[in-house]
């Protein structure tokens, strides 16, 4: 079993749609959550970052963890065709000295206007 | 402030050959951790490095290998080249303040 696995899509919505993203994960000293967004040929972009479990928000996005299901997901509300691209889960064990992030693979997203 | 820089952006090289990539960090961040990004496995880290010394590795073999110098830039190096090492390669840096991590724009690594 991958320590974090995260459904692929591709995911396709039209504008203005809620998107629902999510990732779960089997290693339960896995403290810090985040959200990255990868543009076609770009480098991955960080959206969200959530120490523990919780909700987070910013401006369309919520970022949500339940720590106790191993199961974090991030919403979009007000899609727009600029969201179109990967968004890709990362979680770490421990931040400050230890900077190894473990992905998800990525879903991809396409939101059509 | 600027962002990660990495060069080159985009290299073509057969396989046998070595390579080296660069990565330059945001101005103040003292950790730098390098990524392989493919279709089929995703983003895999590779190592991690903070006042240059490598802090961290993850499963690669031996041909994979970095360093860091004194002014926080990092260079990752890949000898004997093999099909299979066709990828993005990430840098991403990191402040002693912050537990996340920013990625410079990679550079796509073709091994014919």
């Known amino acids: 079993q991958k320590e974090v696995e995260q459904d692929p899509g591709p995911l396709s919505v039209p504008e203005g749609a809620i998107v629902s993203l999510n990732c779960t994960y089997s290693?339960?000293?896995?403290?810090?959550f985040m959200w990255y967004r990868q543009y076609s040929r770009k480098g991955p972009e960080l959206l969200m970052y959530?120490?523990?479990?919780g909700n987070k928000e910013d401006g369309r996005f919520t970022a949500q963890v339940d720590k106790s299901s191993k199961y974090i997901s991030l919403f979009i509300r007000d899609s727009q065709p600029s969201d179109s691209a990967t968004y890709l889960c990362?979680?770490?064990?421990?931040?400050?000295?230890?900077?190894?992030?473990?992905f998800g693979k990525g879903t991809l997203l396409t939101v059509n206007p | 402030k600027a962002g990660v820089t990495q060069t080159p952006r985009y290299l073509i090289k057969t396989r046998g050959q070595q390579v080296t990539l660069s990565c330059s960090p945001i101005?103040?961040?003292?950790?730098v951790s390098w990524y392989q990004q493919t279709p089929g496995q995703g983003l895999q880290f590779l190592f991690e490095?903070?006042?240059?010394?490598?802090?961290n590795k993850g499963n690669f073999p031996g041909r994979f290998s970095g360093r860091q110098f004194s002014n926080s830039r990092s260079e990752m190096n890949v000898s004997t080249l093999e099909l299979g090492d066709s990828a993005l390669y990430l840098c991403?840096?990191?402040?002693?303040?912050?537990?996340?991590?920013?990625f410079g724009p990679g550079t796509r690594l073709t091994v014919l």
């Open positions: 991403a840096s990191s402040s002693r303040q912050a537990d996340t991590q920013y």
């Open positions: 490095y903070f006042s240059e010394t490598q802090r």
């Open positions: 290693n339960s000293a896995f403290q810090y």
């Open positions: 101005s103040g961040h003292r950790s």
């Open positions: 990362a979680m770490s064990a421990s931040g400050g000295s230890n900077y190894k992030l473990t």
């Open positions: 959530t120490y523990s479990s």
